[in-house]
């Protein structure tokens, strides 16, 4: 690997790149919407003590949210979208290797994908000025956004080096995070609806008192059975997915009473909660209404006496990011011997 070949293909990426307006609207439409979320968020946490926290989370989920959205349309043609323009030959023929060649487009492509970063760092300011943001939150955050925006950057990347056609490569990009986004929370909410188990409920009868008023009749227990999904059987299904991964690796803001203060916590605490079997004896008892009510768990209590699948998420992610990446340099390789039909080589 040669730093500095790799340094000239970045610059002229990035050259290309610069040079469209475009992209300098699509910079401009990022800052507008984060204007909007910061002060809506704002409103939203400001009865809380911690605000900053609340909305130092919200806009990093944003952020994490565009770069999933726009980072495939930037990544997604970088290497056979040179190939089509007959640019990528003349590449080839220089002492630059394919390697060189292809980590050279995942890093222009990880730039383009900080370059929203950037943008979202007044905003970032301003949720610490208003306080109640951890330092620990912020390296963790912004270093599991970072490796999140190359994970994206390189599934881009890759497919644009496997396949031959821009718009084939790029639709693939988009299907794969789609399928990390929202695929995950499909296979979660269908896998733990499909499984079930059965539950007893036991209560008190309510029936007519001799004063003429309706209560419990303490004397006696009233039985009844019902299917409960299993959620705790499927939960893993969420741990490869970006916004779950970034919120479970993320530390937690709690109050006094040790609820969290952060869009981080809430999520983190969604996710842990499903990890839990569901009871399935319930005992409802009006006579004794306050008997079970010290056994409820507090979020930070749940999140704490839970497992982490951040990093099982996080390595589901870089497999695949890497196995792409390898499929690319030997895809792109040359001399080639093979290549698809109609396939502009110079």
Same mark, same amino acid.
């Given at each position: 690997?040669? #730093?500095?070949?790799?340094?000239?293909?970045?610059? #002229?990426?990035?050259?290309?790149?610069?040079?469209?307006?475009?992209? /300098?609207?699509? #910079?401009?439409?990022?800052?507008?919407?984060?204007?909007?979320?910061?002060?809506?968020?704002?409103?939203?946490?400001? @009865?809380?003590?911690?605000?900053?926290?609340?909305? *130092?989370?919200?806009?990093?989920?944003?952020?994490?949210?565009?770069?999933?959205?726009?980072?495939?349309?930037?990544?997604?043609?970088?290497?056979? %979208?040179?190939?089509?323009?007959?640019?990528?030959?003349?590449?080839? $023929?220089? $002492?630059?290797?394919?390697?060189?060649?292809?980590?050279? &487009?995942?890093?222009?492509?990880?730039?383009?994908?900080?370059? !929203? #970063?950037?943008?979202?760092?007044?905003?970032?300011?301003?949720?610490?000025?208003?306080?109640?943001?951890?330092?620990?939150?912020?390296?963790?955050?912004?270093?599991?956004? $970072?490796?999140?925006?190359?994970?994206?950057?390189?599934?881009?990347?890759? !497919?644009?080096?496997?396949?031959?056609?821009?718009?084939?490569?790029?639709?693939?990009?988009?299907?794969?995070?789609?399928?990390?986004?929202?695929?995950?929370?499909?296979? +979660?909410?269908?896998?733990?609806?499909?499984?079930?188990?059965?539950?007893?409920?036991?209560?008190?009868? *309510?029936?007519?008192?001799?004063?003429?008023?309706?209560?419990?009749?303490?004397?006696?227990?009233?039985?009844?059975?019902?299917?409960?999904?299993? !959620?705790? *059987?499927? @939960?893993?299904?969420?741990?490869?997915?970006? +916004?779950?991964?970034?919120?479970?690796?993320?530390?937690?803001? *709690?109050?006094? =009473? %040790?609820?969290?203060?952060?869009?981080?916590? =809430?999520? &983190? !605490?969604?996710?842990?909660?499903?990890?839990?079997?569901?009871?399935?004896?319930?005992?409802?008892?009006?006579?004794?209404? /306050?008997?079970?009510?010290?056994?409820? &768990?507090?979020?930070?209590?749940?999140?704490?006496?839970?497992?982490?699948? @951040?990093?099982?998420?996080?390595?589901?992610?870089? $497999?695949?990011?890497?196995?792409?990446?390898?499929?690319?340099?030997?895809?792109?390789?040359?001399?080639?011997?093979?290549?698809?039909?109609?396939?502009?080589?110079?």
């Amino acid at each position: 690997m040669n #730093l500095q070949r790799i340094g000239v293909i970045v610059r #002229l990426e990035l050259v290309q790149r610069l040079r469209s307006v475009s992209w /300098y609207v699509l #910079l401009g439409v990022f800052a507008a919407i984060l204007v909007g979320v910061t002060a809506l968020s704002y409103f939203v946490f400001s @009865w809380q003590q911690n605000a900053g926290a609340g909305v *130092y989370s919200v806009v990093v989920n944003i952020v994490l949210l565009l770069v999933v959205l726009i980072s495939p349309t930037l990544s997604g043609n970088a290497i056979n %979208g040179d190939r089509e323009n007959a640019t990528l030959a003349a590449v080839q $023929l220089t $002492l630059a290797s394919t390697a060189e060649i292809v980590f050279a &487009k995942l890093f222009a492509a990880v730039l383009t994908g900080l370059a !929203f #970063l950037a943008v979202a760092v007044p905003f970032l300011l301003f949720s610490m000025v208003v306080g109640g943001v951890s330092p620990l939150t912020i390296v963790v955050s912004l270093l599991v956004l $970072l490796a999140e925006i190359v994970i994206v950057a390189a599934i881009g990347v890759g !497919f644009s080096g496997i396949l031959a056609r821009p718009l084939f490569s790029v639709a693939a990009t988009y299907l794969t995070v789609a399928a990390l986004v929202f695929g995950t929370v499909i296979v +979660f909410v269908l896998g733990g609806t499909a499984v079930r188990s059965e539950a007893v409920s036991y209560s008190r009868p *309510y029936v007519e008192q001799d004063n003429g008023e309706w209560g419990a009749d303490c004397t006696r227990w009233e039985t009844s059975t019902y299917d409960v999904p299993r !959620f705790d *059987y499927v @939960w893993w299904a969420l741990s490869a997915n970006p +916004f779950v991964v970034l919120a479970d690796a993320t530390p937690v803001t *709690y109050d006094s =009473h %040790g609820n969290a203060t952060d869009l981080f916590g =809430h999520l &983190k !605490f969604g996710v842990r909660s499903a990890q839990l079997p569901p009871q399935l004896e319930q005992r409802w008892d009006d006579c004794r209404p /306050y008997e079970n009510e010290d056994e409820r &768990k507090t979020m930070q209590e749940t999140i704490e006496g839970s497992v982490p699948s @951040w990093f099982v998420g996080l390595g589901v992610q870089a $497999l695949i990011a890497g196995v792409l990446i390898a499929g690319a340099i030997a895809r792109t390789a040359t001399p080639a011997r093979r290549l698809p039909p109609g396939t502009r080589i110079a």
